[in-house]
């Protein structure tokens, strides 16, 4: 896969398909940092260290035709990890004291994010961790920790696509 690849590429190599509304001839971004699609989330492994693998754990090498990660809240659309044959490991068998992680990628080449609805994103080679986004919901209230008098304390919710 090369460094300006389009959504057009893209599906075809993958054979996963976008919709119809998407511009297909555009350059697919890539970002070696954080960076959402939809509800998920890619962090580089240093930011969170604290999410690690199982001892046990198995990467599996990401087939050019991909690997999906997550599917929509509603149940439609999935997040598919698409890589080179080779390049690229995904240990789905991680600890994560937060409960967000879905996995952590590994990857020598770009890779890839697609989906259906959002198009794909591009990910530089690295360490990265995927997982489900949380957002701050203040309309639920829960008993406020000792060290404060505060009673309108809100928890987090994982947000939907």
Partial sequence: MNSTMTLSDLTALSGLEVFDYLDTEVSIPIVDGVQ???DLIVTPAD??????????ARPEPVPQAGIEL?????GGNPHSLVSEAGNCTWTSGVIDPRGLALGILDTHVVAYLIHPEHGATGIAPGRYVIGRQQEFD???RRTPPAWTNDSYWGRGRLVAD
């Fill in 36 to 38: 959402a699609q939809g």
């Fill in 47 to 56: 930011i969170l260290p604290m999410v690690t693998s199982y001892p046990n």
């Fill in 138 to 140: 203040t309309t639920i």
């Fill in 70 to 74: 997550l599917r929509s809240a509603a």
